[in-house]
């Protein structure tokens, strides 16, 4: 079946409402992607339960959860979503940190550039379009190879 794919669903965390209306508000306007917002990052992984997300913006400096451990928590439950962090701190301790025990895909600094925001985001989405190819190539692969196993096999079986 071919057609349109449905556009990518992109989680806004922050617990300012005027950054996520900012970020949805352009995302409206300048994307397809559908553009879900949350204050709460607890409401935001219950979301992300039932929901299937493909990339994830949050703040860095929340009261309820840090973005840091946000981020590693919907990577427990979403691993394939791409992550993003937003901070309005210069902290290169956290962003290493960030990078390396999350999987943070990129660090971006408050206030953010729209045009680099969304060269991220697309980047990050293309990043995980190419992630699940490569899976389902691999797949196809390994369903090659025990086929081949198995006619390899039953030739053995054969000539014994």
Do not use: C, H
């Amino acid at each position: 079946m071919t057609g349109t794919p449905k556009p990518a669903t992109i989680l806004l965390v922050d617990d300012e409402e005027m950054v996520l209306t900012s970020l949805k508000s352009f995302l409206a306007l300048e994307t397809e992607y559908r553009a879900i917002p949350f204050l709460s990052p607890g409401q935001a992984l219950s979301y992300a339960r039932g929901n299937e997300v493909n990339l994830v913006i949050s703040d860095f400096l929340m009261p309820e959860m840090d973005g840091i451990s946000f981020l590693a928590r919907m990577r427990e439950l979403r691993p394939d979503a791409t992550r993003i962090i937003l901070t309005g701190y210069a902290d290169k301790e956290n962003a290493i940190k960030a990078i390396n025990e999350v999987g943070i895909f990129q660090y971006i600094e408050k206030p953010w550039d729209n045009d680099q925001l969304l060269i991220a985001i697309r980047n990050g989405l293309e990043k995980q379009r190419m992630l699940k190819n490569l899976e389902e190539k691999i797949a196809e692969i390994n369903k090659a190879y025990a086929d081949l196993s198995r006619i390899q096999q039953e030739i053995l079986k054969t000539f014994a």
